[in-house]
């Protein structure tokens, strides 16, 4: 990290790209806690607006699934301003929706954004700070908890209004805008013709499909959760304490990622994970049990890309794109069910399916783990 500092044309993309993943974290993050005043706002249940949180997710997989030849033919700087102009015209129609269909239109052109800002910010860094490039990863994906922080705190300081967290959204992606237009890109790869080990490559699949599913999951959820234990006000300050301690994470997983092997790092995550899950369904642990879930959570997406591109050194960039979309498939698959089940079954559901998918994750991770050992 110390090269940063010295080289202009990095430090500028750092910058970039931390600004960047503050704004995805706002825009995510604002969702879960305001999801009681958005029914309210719009006389509709849960179930449908757990639908609305999984057209974010499926917009932001179509950018991502197709990011691939976007960003072969445009390159990394064309395919950020697009990605922000659309993202910046999803929460502009959020903020201003007169009625639940333009809410949902919103949402979907936010998520076609969020996706490739995201996939597109990752994969540069990724590439610029090769062959060590987790601390950056880290330090980068902090930013997105910084966000993810701030859009929560707004919700509940202006009594469960998506509005302020929206306004942090369009003042900051404008500025990441600007920032985006002297931004220097890397010298693009030759697709490499060697064999892919394709176990491996689909243990990284499954393993961010459930990794997203849980992250997001969580985010979204804890505060319909806690609400009827400590209110609606005192919830929402729990999403972003939940997000707090993602930011807090990997800022601690910057330099231990230097240090730790990315396997090793993200299998001993997962566990806490799952055990810190498991404890959300004591009622008077379940305030404490999130946020440390979010610590456990926080190194685990931008190690497992250092991960990869140690796995896969010839052909990262590519399957770093197959990897990301099926990470958007997690909260896709998850969020409408998540609603559904509540609508049926109470707002204690949801620590159970979080639980189960916190256990999937180290499950999938370990197994991941043996198999690129052998490999």
Excluded at 50 to 74: D, E, K, Y
Excluded at 78 to 93: E, K, N, P, R, Y
Excluded at 270 to 290: E, I, Q
Excluded at 334 to 349: H, K, M, N
Aim: glycine content about 10%.
């Amino acid at each position: 990290m110390r090269r940063t500092l010295a080289d202009p044309i990095l430090r500028r993309l750092l910058l970039t790209g931390l600004l960047g993943f503050f704004v995805i974290g706002a825009l995510q993050a604002a969702y879960g806690p305001a999801l009681p005043g958005l029914s309210r706002r719009f006389d509709v249940g849960l179930d449908l607006l757990g639908q609305a949180l999984a057209l974010h997710f499926a917009g932001s997989f179509v950018t991502i699934a197709t990011s691939a030849p976007i960003l072969a033919r445009f390159g990394y700087r064309a395919s950020l301003l697009a990605g922000s102009s659309v993202m910046l015209a999803g929460a502009f129609i959020v903020l201003f929706a007169p009625t639940w269909p333009w809410f949902f239109a919103g949402t979907l052109l936010g998520g076609l954004g969020f996706g490739l800002v995201d996939v597109s910010l990752n994969l540069v860094v990724a590439r610029s700070f090769a062959p060590n490039a987790a601390p950056a990863l880290n330090l980068l994906n902090a930013f997105f908890g910084v966000g993810s922080v701030a859009a929560p705190a707004a919700v509940a300081l202006s009594g469960g209004s998506i509005a302020p967290a929206m306004a942090i959204v369009l003042v900051s992606g404008s500025m990441m805008m600007v920032l985006t237009w002297g931004l220097v890109e890397p010298t693009r790869l030759v697709a490499s013709r060697a064999a892919i080990p394709w176990l491996a490559a689909a243990g990284f699949l499954v393993m961010y499909f459930v990794y997203v599913a849980g992250e997001a999951g969580v985010g979204g959820w804890l505060t319909v959760h806690l609400a009827p234990w400590i209110g609606e006000s005192a919830a929402a300050w729990n999403a972003s304490a939940y997000w707090a301690s993602l930011t807090v994470g990997r800022l601690i997983a910057t330099p231990i990622s230097a240090r730790v092997a990315p396997a090793t790092f993200v299998v001993a995550s997962s566990l806490v994970v799952f055990l810190a899950l498991a404890a959300t369904h004591v009622p008077t642990l379940a305030p404490f049990a999130y946020p440390l879930a979010g610590l456990a959570f926080a190194p685990i997406f931008p190690t497992g890309l250092a991960w990869l591109q140690r796995v896969f050194p010839a052909r990262s960039e590519a399957i770093a794109s197959a990897v990301l979309a099926a990470a958007t498939l997690g909260p896709v698959a998850t969020s409408g069910l998540i609603g559904w089940l509540v609508e049926r079954g109470g707002a204690e559901v949801i620590a159970t399916v979080m639980t189960l998918v916190g256990g999937a994750l180290f499950t999938v991770s370990f197994t991941l783990a043996r198999v690129t050992r052998r490999a």
